[in-house]
């Protein structure tokens, strides 16, 4: 079959005579991809700059038709279109143990279909049956694609840990899918103030077409010069900002934004070995928090729900979103097409 | 009346300061009965923590109520209080969210001792609405430790301990704010407590205390148990509260937490001093750092955690190294504490 890799001496590259995975276990699912997304983490990868074992094959963001399955496996038939979560955890250690898989040791990134096994930008997967979810037919598999970076946003929400939908004042860094997806979820439930930063004037322009209504779209320039003009004002600033630029430069600048008591979630993936200056005192006396957010604990099955309803009520027109779709032949489109910023997500069709 | 106030030479005995008035009709004047001398006082008084020119200080009061102004129903004369300095006016979006100690008309804005006048004098007026009356069971020196206790309830509200029983606990730093978070959390029932204290002398005094599920150890133990465990990514903590204020102490805070790990900072850093945080790090492995500097909202629940301990014996202080001083010796306290002679002084004003 085949399967797009990465190595480190020859970078991205599509593999045609990989074989097909067998059932192993009483509880395994193999899955015929339909569809694959490009996450800015992928991107990463194929710089070198996001660490994989090399010849994983990429391919985290999933949605498949199940193909074969164990003995044991009763939550889905043959046939049946399913989203596919990528990692879980070990079950049996104290990260499991108190609800935080994504950070186990033995699972998390370790076990991550995409990064730490082999993922789904392939013609078949082999997966658990717990890792499968069946989707409505009126779920197109691209928009389950959306599934997988949901189950991770709805983490840095949790960890947010914000206030009050109606009077925190949210900010979002960057308008990619992450902060783009972010800004549409929050839209959705009913978070009123929220602003989101983001540098490029043709990605601002198209989520001001969107028309939310309680949403301020600024640049870094603009947002800065705000900040500067309430330098004296003890109470301007944000309650919550969520990273999802993974730009160690606009984390730093954006600490400024946080208002007394405010939570910085970093969701974005910054390089490895990346840094910022955290003024202490500023951060003790102000009880400022500063948070990572790491892949999904148990949140994929809420994030099939709320694609299902975004889906169902016209939120989720991928072409209106900078969201474009390639045969995985043409893959190397889709990278090239991210990285040059002319879409926000890539999606490779499988079938 | 006598008063120690703080002045840009340093701390002065002011001996004809005014004898307090009402402010309004909820106003109460205290006969101050004691005053525990608290980490930041020195801070104080080397100007690292900012307060009004000719405040008097303390911040960690109790007394007896000396005269109620016409509206005040709740207390009688004579009666005995604990002082709440930094109780919020509940009405304003950070009391809502509970966040009071951003309360703009309360909180750290009204801070008794650092914006108004506090407890080193033989007299303070307060508002009704900041007494908590406390048992003749509970000294007056105690009952003034709820100003610190309730400061340590918050930490473990924005940094909470997951589970008693499992959760790694460090407490940087064994001075009179680590000692009482490591009491408290060992009553508790907290089962896997580690205290880093650098002078041997506080740690034998520790050590001499004979605390179950209690590990004592120096900063260059741990740090070389960190250094040997750098391949093992179940070694660390899940909860490190820094009593310190020490730069490298922080920054070693961060290294020292497992994944999903949050560090509390409650000891007060110094100005214009930054750390430099690993973000990808903190982000892959889901590390948290707050600040926890305050109380909020639970001054009440800390008079009645410091009834609870004192009732259980577990506030015996001749352990502890504690004495008692008037107002007319502030300076020697000062000096007994910088000298660890001992580990905790209460100024009687009224004696």
Sequence with gaps: MKAIKYNKTRGLYMEHNVSIPEIVNSNNVILKMLAAGICGTDLSVSKGSFPVPDDTTLGHELCGVVHKIGSKVKNVTVGQRVAIRPTKGCNSCYFCDTNIPNVCPKGGIIKDRGFGLDGGMAQYI?????????????????????????SCLLNA?????????????????????????????????????????????????????LGYKNVTVVSDVSLQEEYLKHSEDEL?????????????????????????????????????????????????????HISGSFLQPYTYGAAVENIVKLARSGRLKLSNYGVQEYSIDDYKSGFADLESRKIIKGILLID | MKAVKYGSDGLYLDRNAPIPEFEH?????????????????FDIKKGEFPVVDGVILGHEISGAVHKIASGVTDFKQGQRVAINGTRGC???????????????KGGASKYYGVVRNGGFAEYMVVDDADLCAIPDDLSFQKASMSEPMSSLLHILDV??????????????????????????LNFIGVKNITLIQRSAHRRKLIADMKFKNV???????????????????GWGFDNVIDCSGNTEAIANGIKYLRPAGKLALYGLPSKDVSINMNIYDLMVLEKCITGALYQVNNFKEGVDVLIELSRAGRLDFDNYGVKDYTLDDYEKAFNDLTDRKIIKAFILPST
């Design chain 1, 126 to 150: 082999l997966v658990d049956d717990v890792d499968v979810h069946q989707i409505p037919d009126d779920l197109t598999s691209s928009q389950a694609v959306l599934i997988e970076p949901l």
């Design chain 1, 157 to 209: 929400w949790k960890i947010s840990n914000v206030a009050s939908k109606d009077h925190s004042k949210v900010l979002i860094l960057g308008g990619g899918i992450g902060g783009f997806h972010l800004l549409n979820y929050l839209d959705f439930i009913e978070v009123k103030n929220l602003t989101i930063c983001q540098r490029s004037e043709d990605r601002r322009k198209r989520i001001e077409k």
């Design chain 1, 236 to 288: 301007w600033g944000f309650d919550n900002i969520i990273d999802c630029t993974g730009n160690p430069d606009a984390i730093q600048t954006a600490y400024n934004y946080l208002r007394p008591g405010g939570r910085f979630v970093i969701y974005g993936c910054c390089p490895a070995n990346t840094f910022i200056k955290v003024p202490i005192q500023d951060l003790t006396f102000k009880e400022k």
């Design chain 2, 25 to 41: 009709d909820h106003s109460v004047i205290i006969r101050v009965k004691a005053v525990g001398i608290c980490g930041t006082d």
């Design chain 2, 90 to 104: 509940t009405n304003c979006y950070f009391c809502n969210v509970n966040k009071s100690m951003f309360c703009s």
């Design chain 2, 159 to 184: 940094a909470p301990i997951d589970d008693k029983e499992q959760s790694k606990v460090l407490i940087i730093g064994g001075g009179i704010a680590g000692l009482n978070i490591l009491n408290y």
């Design chain 2, 215 to 233: 590990t004592v150890v120096s900063d260059t133990d741990l740090h070389s148990e960190y250094l040997q465990n750098s391949g093992n990514p």
